[in-house]
């Protein structure tokens, strides 16, 4: 691989030719630009998801009473303040979508991979800058006709962020079936088409452009994950971009590839052949390995600031890479547990189940080897090392209620209930957005030559933490008692009064941890040009991002590119003065490389 950064390098890699406004800060194909263009998008679109996402909380603790919130932000759909049925519905369907897809996929892995991965590879850019440009504005007009889909007259998409047949595929079903559902599709079509052309363009980069001696045993961890991950989305994501194409058809032009014998008010309606079923199968088989799209940038970026912050190689390193290959195999064919209770042949119930439980095994892998790095590690408590160690936390609690939501036997019981809504927001939701805070943390200073406030830093992090723990763990217990998720309101049965004081105390953990991250947002935004300018290397960091000028350069190094002469994890190693050897510092005579 010597000859790669060779033939990447260009003559002109300095590009210090004048740049409009447009080509540096619209139009651009650097990738440290387009990295900071998607974190800002994703920013705006994690805004709105959690506003939602707080409105819907709201109804549940205080079903049909007035809210000025509703009426000010609903309109007609909140008549006197007291929001409607339909509006509720859609609320959940749209923040699910926002911040599964447009905060946690391509805000998160977006921002990081565009960032890193030629930074940590030794790259002058992306494998083609363009295409990345062209990615990122496909993934802007997604997001813009998303959040125009929440003005149309009939109001937004409201079948769920899954979308099952027939509410989605009947344009007449309910309000929400009308044009928002057919701009969720589009939309979501635009999106998909961003993810492939951002994942080949991650494959390709990593593939041929690393530096001299940068091997793949030498990447650090965030690049294995950034790699693997675009690698399962090119598998997965062609699968729903299918189902929403032939959803469309049966919207649009008669088709029944989602409906079968459909009665309305009596009516039979003319389709025939179709299985609401086999949406499932297509959505879902992109929908698991969604789970790992999402979560593998955040374990890679966590792997980083352990280490890092711990002052110690990564525990495992082997190990490491060979769980996040296992994960995105595993991932591909676990699909059916979400469908326990849809009917399948329960041979085949059992068979996801065993799937399912073996992906336990790599992920344990993961989190026993971040405890294992920390142990006796000589800790650096910044906010980035405080998210990323939170992250482990939640990846434990919210993994281990997947091993019983993984067993079909037990699943039957507590599906479709807060139970599940608790799991799959700790293991998944939460961790990623704690991955997503600890690498803007770590990375603000590449991104912007600045330092965030540290005590606000700090501040974020606590009354997230104990926000976050306070609205999921209380619905592991709602969920058992059997309260069932998405209901518009509880009031109706009496079954479940007595648990209406645990859903306003989720509530008001949910209000208070949403308006703190005002905090994050007001550190985030006056740090950029009011922030402590940031030397070259402020962590002491070993990877090659922290080599190149604190000043933005087009092609990243001045000079020639540095060659790699050692793994990324060389922290506290003896025989150097130092805690931290750079990757590009050369072997000494007699040294071996300890990687494990």
């Not at 014998?261 to 009596?266: E, L, N, P, R, T």
């Amino acid at each position: 691989m010597s000859a790669h950064a060779d033939t990447h390098a260009h003559d002109d890699h300095g590009h210090h030719h004048k740049e409009t406004f447009i080509t540096k800060y619209i139009f651009s194909q650097d990738h440290k630009m387009i990295a900071k263009q998607y974190l800002i998008t994703g920013t705006i679109m994690g805004i709105i998801g959690v506003v939602m996402s707080l409105m819907f909380r709201m109804q549940i603790a205080w079903p049909e009473q007035p809210n000025v919130i509703f009426e000010a932000l609903l309109g007609k759909w909140a008549p006197d303040g007291v929001m409607d049925a339909d509006i509720y519905l859609a609320l959940v369907t749209i923040h699910g979508t926002i911040m599964v897809f447009f905060v946690l996929t391509a805000g998160l892995s977006g921002t990081f991979s565009n960032l890193l991965i030629p930074l940590q590879i030794g790259a002058r850019d992306m494998a083609s800058g363009f295409l990345n440009m062209v990615s990122y504005w496909l993934f802007f007009l997604s997001s813009v006709i998303m959040v125009l889909s929440l003005f149309v007259e009939a109001g937004p998409a409201a079948a769920g962020w899954t979308i099952y047949p027939p509410l989605s595929a009947l344009p007449m079903a309910q309000p929400g079936s009308g044009m928002g559902m057919t701009l969720w599709l589009v939309s979501m079509a635009i999106f998909i088409a961003s993810s492939l052309l951002g994942s080949l363009n991650y494959i390709v980069t990593v593939i041929n452009l690393r530096t001299k001696g940068m091997s793949m045993t030498r990447l650090p961890l965030t690049i294995w994950a950034f790699f693997v991950t675009a690698i399962i989305g090119v598998v997965s994501f062609p699968v729903l971009l299918s189902a929403a194409l032939l959803l469309i058809m049966d919207r649009s032009f008669g088709t029944s590839f989602f409906l079968s014998d459909i009665f309305i008010q009596g009516e039979v309606l003319h389709y025939q052949g179709g299985s609401p079923v086999l949406f499932e199968h297509l959505f879902w088989f992109l929908g698991h390995p969604e789970v790992y799209i999402v979560l593998l940038p955040a374990l890679g970026i966590t792997s980083e600031i352990i280490a890092t912050n711990s002052r110690k190689p990564i525990f495992g390193y082997r190990a490491m890479v060979a769980s996040i290959l296992a994960i995105a195999f595993l991932s591909t064919i676990v699909w059916g547990h979400h469908m326990f209770v849809s009917g399948m042949n329960p041979f085949l119930g059992s068979v996801f189940t065993f799937t399912t439980l073996l992906i336990a095994i790599p992920s344990a892998v993961k989190a026993f080897n971040y405890i294992t790095t920390l142990w006796k590690g000589n800790l650096q408590m910044n906010p980035a090392m405080l998210f990323s160690i939170g992250l482990v936390s939640t990846f434990i609690t919210g993994g281990l209620t997947g091993i019983i939501l993984g067993d079909s036997a037990l699943d039957i019981n507590v599906h479709d209930t807060y139970f599940v809504v608790a799991h799959f927001h700790l293991v998944m939701g939460i961790s990623a957005l704690y991955g997503m805070f600890a690498g803007i943390y770590h990375w603000f200073p590449k991104m912007f030559g600045r330092m965030m406030n540290k005590k606000l830093g700090y501040l974020h992090f606590w009354i997230t933490a104990i926000c976050a723990y306070g609205v999921f763990f209380p619905m592991h217990f709602i969920g058992m008692a059997g309260l069932p998720r998405r209901y518009y309101t509880n009031s109706n049965f009496p079954l479940f009064d007595d648990l209406a004081n645990v859903n306003v105390v989720i509530t008001i953990f949910a209000l208070v941890g949403g308006a703190f991250q005002l905090v994050f947002l007001y550190n985030f935004f006056t740090s950029i040009f009011f922030g402590k300018k940031a030397e070259q290397n402020p962590w002491k960091s070993n990877t090659l991002e922290w080599t190149t000028p604190v000043e933005h350069i087009h092609g990243n190094w001045p000079g020639q590119i540095p060659h790699v002469h050692r793994w990324a994890y060389d922290y506290s190693k003896p025989g150097h003065d130092l805690d931290f050897v750079p990757q590009n510092t050369p072997m000494k005579e007699g040294e071996e490389e300890l990687q494990h």
